[in-house]
């Protein structure tokens, strides 16, 4: 795991879990589920020409002509059985830059993901995966983003910056359990009159983020708190368009903007190293992809990359 002060390290593993996207589904759900393997009838064919690349991988991966993806079925705005995350968006980028055909081996992200998918050899990449997580080896990352408060337009509370601001006291804020930010949360004495939603759920048929912006909408909370690419997407899909405010200027709790790279297995030396030349090659194409889903992407001073400095690197 990431190298950790003794007293922050379950902190920073929910936000791994998180950031990984595990707002996934429950044990009992996780247990039932069967891996699915599907190709979107958009990607189908095999393209003839060879990858652009001299590595040899036919060692390191299950089909060096195909783009294998590890990928939930049902998690937008990362990926979903239709290819209409952003993840899908850019393994389809990935896959024509390698003149590969693009499959997916469907699972929920939830305990056992990994164990289920990439390490079984079943698929070759995971498209979102946080840095310092041992479960897989990491990518150089191609996104840096952090949680944001989630608030209505022209209230009060879309003008806050940080948890620790005097105008969230006695507000109902909504707060997936065991995120970073709930333990801000508590260190601000915000815990009494938040509304909590779980972090395991079955994502087929159940999403923490859709159900708190909705209560957001009707007035039941003031204002939420969720990981970046679910506050940008669920607030620009509302209608009318919620506020998003990135939290990086904490000082109280964990720090809560984290670098997001893809996921191989330890072995793959070559295949990483080809994933990082398309990352460093791509990433202009990646961020307008990012943007377009309304991700709220961080330079690494915390400032806000949009569409005039997203050639910049994460």
């Known amino acids: 795991m ?9 902190a920073r593993a929910a936000a791994l ?9 429950s044990a009992q759900a996780q247990v039932q589920a069967q891996v699915q393997v599907q190709a979107p009838a958009q990607v189908q064919a095999q393209a003839p020409a060879p990858p652009p690349d001299s590595a040899d991988l036919s060692i390191e991966l299950i089909d060096p002509k195909v783009l294998r993806v590890c990928a939930d079925p049902r998690n937008l705005p990362f990926s979903n059985d239709k290819g209409e995350g952003f993840e899908n968006r850019i393994a389809e980028l990935f896959a024509a830059k390698l003149h590969k055909s693009l499959d997916y081996v469907f699972f929920p992200q939830a305990t056992g993901f990994v164990r289920m998918t990439l390490a079984a050899h079943r698929c070759d990449v995971i498209m979102g995966f946080p840095q310092g997580d041992d ?5 150089n990352p191609y996104y840096r983003t952090a949680y944001a408060l989630v608030a209505k337009p022209g209230t009060e509370l879309d003008q806050v910056t940080t948890l620790d601001d005097p105008r969230l006291k006695g507000k109902h804020i909504g707060i997936v359990a065991g995120t970073p930010p709930a333990t801000n949360m508590a260190v601000n004495g915000m815990m009494a009159t938040a509304k909590p939603y779980p972090l395991m759920i079955d994502t087929r048929v159940d999403s923490s983020a859709a159900a708190m912006i909705g209560d957001i909408k009707s007035g039941e909370i003031d204002a939420g708190i969720l990981w970046g690419p679910m506050a940008g997407y669920y607030a620009k899909e509302a209608n009318p368009p919620l506020h998003v405010t990135p939290l990086v200027k904490e000082t109280r709790g964990p720090q809560l903007a984290y670098r997001i790279g893809m996921g191989v297995r330890a072995a793959d030396q070559n295949w990483k190293r080809q994933l990082n030349r398309l990352i460093q ?15 709220p992407l961080l330079d690494e001073n915390n400032r806000p990359l949009g569409a005039a400095t997203a050639a910049k690197q994460p």
């Open 135 to 139: 479960l897989a080896q990491g990518t």
């Open 17 to 25: 879990a998180c950031a990984t996207l595990l707002i996934g589904s």
């Open 2 to 10: 990431m190298r950790l002060k003794p007293d922050g390290w379950r």
């Open 281 to 295: 090659d791509s990433q202009p194409e990646i961020n307008n992809i990012l943007l377009e889903f309304g991700v």
